[in-house]
């Protein structure tokens, strides 16, 4: 991805969905937290200032929105206000596992950004190798 704005991984998102390919989907939401890494920290703030479209599913909205509110905490940046919005949130919960044994962990481990979301992700979801 030569882009690593919030809003280009959005766009990538939003065609993954319409190949039904939500593996990948998922992969380039969490990916972003290397994007971000990569960037030098006085450029982060720029890479999430401008809000995404909607992805077409507002699962992976939220994810976003709840990636970029903790990322932005980590390294203390205040959050988007569009990462704030109230349509980046889930009234029905989800486990992007997809995995029912890891619901419990994922209750316990989710970061606030994304509990509150109703996003639940275990540990480990945000590093990458």
């Known amino acids: 991805m030569q882009n690593t704005t919030i809003a280009a991984v959005a766009s990538e998102i939003a065609s993954t ?7 990948m989907a998922v ?3 969490l990916d972003f937290a290397r994007l971000w890494d990569r960037e030098p920290p006085d450029r982060r703030a720029a890479l999430v200032a401008q809000g995404p479209l909607p992805c ?4 992976y909205d939220a994810l976003l929105a709840a990636i970029v509110e903790h990322l932005c905490e980590r390294d203390g940046l205040p ?3 569009w990462a704030l919005d109230p349509s980046r949130f889930l009234e029905t919960w989800w486990f992007v596992s997809g995995m029912q044994r ?9 970061p606030i950004s994304f509990a509150r979301r ?8 945000l590093s990458y190798a």
């Not at 077409?56 to 699962?59: A, E, F, P």
């Not at 890891?102 to 481990?109: D, E, F, G, S, Y």
């Not at 109703?118 to 979801?125: E, I, K, L, S, T």
């Open 27 to 29: 992969r380039l939401a």
């Open 17 to 23: 969905i319409a190949e039904d390919d939500h593996p």
């Open 118 to 125: 109703g996003v639940f992700v275990c540990d480990g979801a």
């Open 56 to 59: 077409g599913d507002s699962r």
């Open 79 to 81: 959050a988007p206000s």
């Open 102 to 110: 890891l619901h419990a962990t994922a209750l316990v481990q989710s």
